[in-house]
């Protein structure tokens, strides 16, 4: 068996995340697909994060084990020839065998990215904001995620027993129209990204939150919506 490491981009609008589900169109499902019609196995693919139904990825990362003795870059030009126009292999290196994208990732970075006009072309893929922004006022906030802390407040219920996450980096870059928000942590939990994105948003338009006290609160009701995830982008993992 050979073990693999891709560097996988993908358009998430018209997928239903990345893991493989019964009769959904996924990421995951079509590198499987695409593996086995190259190599006449699937072998096994392992994925760094499993992004949710229309979240794209940057440098999303996969762990690849096949019977194949094809060379990483000759499988790349394969898998791209199959892949749809959607998901492209953009590296595929040669990897230790016990490599594995999930377990053995030291951080992820996710952007969450507002546009600060009304936009008929970035529609589905940027979070349109319009009206005042206090933006310093969201930078300043940021400060009050960094460190290893408990996300409850900002992750869904059913994950409240494993809360604690190490952010390292938390940043609002402007180049406008954008406004990218910037968090790179050990991992996230589901929905985390984008709750956090909803919490700094009410802080620009002005809601008088503090992160630290929703942090200490451990009540999500405490933070700001989820915003929904046309807008976050998975554009690194480090290992």
């Not at 970035?122 to 922004?133: D, F, I």
């Not at 933006?135 to 059913?158: N, P, Y």
Request: aromatic content about 8%; some cysteine; overall charge positive.
């Amino acid at each position: 068996m050979s073990t693999f490491k891709l560097t996988i981009e993908y358009d998430g609008a018209d997928f239903f995340g990345w893991q493989v589900q019964p009769d959904r169109r996924t990421v995951q499902g079509e590198l499987y697909a695409a593996l086995e019609r190259i190599t006449g196995n699937r072998g096994t693919i392992v994925g760094a994060g499993r992004t949710d139904a229309g979240v794209h990825a940057v440098g999303q990362v996969a762990s690849v084990r096949s019977d194949t003795a094809l060379s990483p870059a000759v499988l790349r030009r394969a898998m791209n020839a199959v892949l749809p126009f959607d998901v492209r292999v953009r590296r595929c290196e040669e990897a230790a065998p016990a490599f594995n994208a999930r377990f053995d990732a030291k951080r992820r970075e996710y952007h969450y990215i507002f546009i600060r006009r009304q936009t008929a072309l970035w529609r589905n893929y940027y979070y349109a904001v319009t009206g005042a922004l206090d933006t310093s006022g969201m930078r300043r906030s940021l400060a009050g995620l960094i460190g290893e802390k408990d996300f409850a407040a900002f992750a869904s219920v059913e994950e409240l027993a494993t809360t604690r996450c190490n952010m390292m980096k938390a940043e609002l870059i402007e180049s406008p129209p954008l406004v990218v928000l910037s968090l790179t942590a050990d991992h996230f939990l589901h929905h985390m990204v984008r709750a956090i994105a909803g919490t700094v948003l009410m802080i620009g338009r002005g809601k008088p939150l503090s992160i630290e006290a929703i942090i200490a609160a451990r009540d999500r009701t405490k933070a700001g919506p989820t915003l929904p995830p046309h807008a976050l982008y998975l554009m690194s993992v480090v290992y």
